[in-house]
């Protein structure tokens, strides 16, 4: 057996857990398994227990596992830095993408969702620590953009906001970018533009998924503690 029915069902215990202990309504935290890495076999077990919506990093990998994949009914989320010239490619693989963080990439999918008919739900990805290395939209520029994008590129429904917290050992450090993110959502949803909703926040992963809930996560992204540890070496 190559996909884990118990570390999901162990998954599910701590998000439930975390819930509960952070008086959030149960269920009310979606699980969003991250594949990249993980073969097409591991995969299809994964869909077979009911994990049918799949989070990758790059468009070329869901092009690869998308074919071989095609009877199991999975919907790809692009949850990783998106190149404008890859647009084409996640417009009409993706049904969603998590990692939308400037106009030029939204009026790029705009253009591609026009030629494929196509509609995606989009959460804008949000700086939310001065990490050089992390992408991302600074805090302040948010608003402005949620204008832009209803106004230009109405084929992407904003659904909310996602961020990586910091990679740091200190606790407090992650969490307060945890915390920047449901602030900033909180003081943005009052005066959103019609048509977007901000409910999701996208927070979280193997690491730090448990303080994510506990600061209004509504979707923790998990790789490693599902499907094990990655190889980057065979990516
Ligand atoms: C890889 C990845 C994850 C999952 O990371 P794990 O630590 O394996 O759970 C979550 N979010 C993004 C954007 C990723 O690239």
Redesign the pocket.
Known sequence: MLFSPDNLAHIRARIAAAEQRSGRAPGSVTL?P?S?TFSVDVLREAAAHGLRRL?E?KTQEIKAKSEPLADCGISWVM??HLQTNKAKEAARLADEI??LDRIELALALQKRLEIENREMDALVQVKTSSEPSKFGMAPEAVAAFLREVTEQAPRLHIQGL?T?AVNDSDPEQVRACFRRLRQLRDELAPSAPAGVSLARL?MG???D?EMAIEEGSTEV???????GG?DYSRA
Do not use: E, P, T
């Not at 992204?221 to 599902?226: E, F, K, M, Y």
């Open positions: 969003l991250v990249k989070g990093n949850i990783g998590q990692s996602m990586l996208s992963m193997s690491g998924f992204r998990i790789g490693s503690l599902l499907f990655r």
